[in-house]
């Protein structure tokens, strides 16, 4: 009996488990039992690469829709987990050099993890957004193909003063070693939600495809206005999180026709803009309004721009801004590329407003 129990126990195991993250919209309706959650906060993280080491010996594998991983090699004794925040396409930094990981457990057995907080709880999410906008549906937006990997350096603290969250797009570098999208997990000394940093992450990430859809990259990028610059990643933003949500079954996420009571109706309200921060502000729905159907006039007076262009599509927006510099230049190729049923007339009552 003794020697059956000592072979049972160092017989070989694989190493396999789940990696789960809490997100604060979550899933909903059927995304619940399709993604097999017991919490709906609980959601899956995908692509995720897992690591199994003992000694010399590291076996790995990758999370799957559902978070699942088994890992390419078995061992007979106990490994030590971990995970790299990291793909072919773009790494996670643990500040401004640092590679982001997650030390898990030395255990013989599955490793079924569900990170809850921490720098853990951020870059998971960044990790999330970052995976969307390079490998899932973006809704034909252009995903970015740097020379090197993205590099999302992540700071867990406030951001102070004269510090900035976003893209360092001077140092889109051929060495892979700088960072090139700085983000905080502090705004005014408070945590962000996910789905805050979700977005941002993408608003960022959205400056660097904007750069790659320049002919000539940088250097004609440094000339567009930052009026424009700004309003494009903030319509990316809205577009590529409403379809992360969406997919994970919140219908009425971002839905401006949703119940007033809804907690996310509007996000970082950017469909629920107001004339005043026209002078203040290089942030705007002006790429917004020509695709959406939501007219904030109609709903909140003339205090609002007056939305009454809907049949742009992000994608023929996308195909113009290579030649997009200003309000004139957007005025310019908006008419050029007009769709069916709109007018000169629509596109500069549209645009008054800037």
């Not at 979550?26 to 690469?49: D, W």
């Not at 230049?329 to 007339?345: F, Q």
Request: glycine letters at 6%; hydrophobic letters at 35%; one cysteine or more.
């Amino acid at each position: 009996m003794a020697c059956n129990e000592n072979k049972n126990r160092w017989s070989r195991w694989r190493p396999s488990g789940r990696i789960l993250v809490y997100d604060d919209v979550g899933a909903s309706g059927n995304m619940i039992n399709f993604l097999n959650l017991s919490n709906r906060h609980y959601i899956p993280v995908e692509k995720a690469k897992v690591r199994a080491r003992r000694w010399f010996i590291t076996y790995v594998g990758y999370t799957n829709e559902k978070g699942y991983f088994s890992c390419n090699g078995r061992f007979r004794r106990p490994a030590n987990y971990s995970i790299v925040w990291e793909t072919s396409k773009f790494d996670i930094r643990n500040g401004t050099f640092g590679q982001a990981y997650y030390n898990g457990p030395k255990i013989r057995g599955n490793w079924n993890l569900t990170i809850t907080g921490g720098k853990s709880l951020r870059f998971a999410t960044i990790f999330r957004a970052a995976c969307r906008y390079q490998y899932w549906n973006i809704g034909g937006l252009k995903r970015p193909n740097v020379w090197s990997k993205i590099k999302y350096s992540y700071y867990h603290r406030n951001k102070r003063h004269g510090e900035f969250s976003g893209i360092n797009w001077g140092n889109w570098d051929f060495t892979g070693t700088l960072p090139n999208i700085r983000l905080f997990g502090q705004v005014n000394h408070s945590w962000v939600l996910t789905n805050e940093l979700y977005s941002t992450t993408i608003h960022e990430t959205a400056h660097a495809s904007h750069i790659e859809l320049m002919n000539a990259g940088e250097i004609q990028f440094s000339q567009v206005s930052n009026f424009i610059v700004e309003s494009w990643a903030d319509a990316v933003e809205w577009y590529i999180t409403k379809i992360e949500y969406n997919w994970l079954g919140n219908s009425n996420f971002d839905n401006p026709f949703a119940p007033y009571n809804y907690q996310y109706r509007f996000v970082d309200n950017k469909q629920n803009w107001t004339i005043s921060l026209a002078s203040s502000s290089d942030y705007s729905p002006i790429f917004i309004d020509l695709v959406d159907n939501y007219n904030q006039t109609s709903r909140f007076g003339t205090s609002y721009p007056n939305d009454i262009i809907n049949s742009y599509t992000m994608h023929n927006i996308k195909q113009l801004l290579k030649h997009v510099y200003g309000l004139y230049s957007l005025k310019n190729k908006l008419k050029a590329n007009k769709p069916y049923g709109v007018t000169d007339n629509d596109i500069d009552n549209q645009l008054s407003i800037y």
